[in-house]
């Protein structure tokens, strides 16, 4: 991955990251934070992605295999907003875990859904994630 890559992918951590923290820190409790994150998000990827939705219209399985996807990010997002805002889970553990398991399960799905296979320096890299997630949990 080249440095702009890598940069890119630093700016969308730092929103991933952000809402979570942010939904906490406004104290508010877990549906709301879920609710007017993920409304805000959908209102956004909508405006920005207006040009990309005038190019040709998705046949029904597409549209079908998305609105699967969405429904399994939004119980992902539902319970994350609920256990991010918990007071008694440590945020930055929890979210550490959450984004160590998808260093984990990327490649996983990237390899089962479209047959990349991983390079051994990026499976000895999955490995220490996993120890990176024993570390997390240990008290």
Not at 6 to 19: E, H, K, N, P, Q
Not at 42 to 49: E, R, T
Not at 116 to 126: A, F, M
Request: glycine letters at 8%; a positive charge; zero cysteines.
């Amino acid at each position: 991955m080249n440095v702009q890559n890598s940069i890119l992918a630093f700016l969308i951590a730092i929103g991933f990251v952000g809402w979570g923290m942010l939904g906490k820190y406004s104290q508010a409790n877990s549906g709301w934070v879920g609710t007017i994150a993920m409304t805000a998000t959908a209102v956004i990827v909508a405006v920005l992605s207006t040009k990309n939705l005038q190019v040709g219209t998705p046949n029904i399985k597409i549209i079908a295999v998305l609105i699967i996807a969405g429904l399994i990010n939004g119980i992902a997002a539902w319970l994350y907003s609920s256990k991010v805002t918990d007071p008694l889970i440590s945020t930055a553990a929890f979210m550490a875990s959450v984004f160590i398991f998808m260093v984990i399960l990327a490649p996983a799905f990237d390899w089962l859904l479209n047959g990349v296979t991983p390079t051994i320096n990026q499976i000895i890299g999955y490995s220490l994630a996993i120890v990176a997630i024993i570390f997390l949990n240990k008290k």
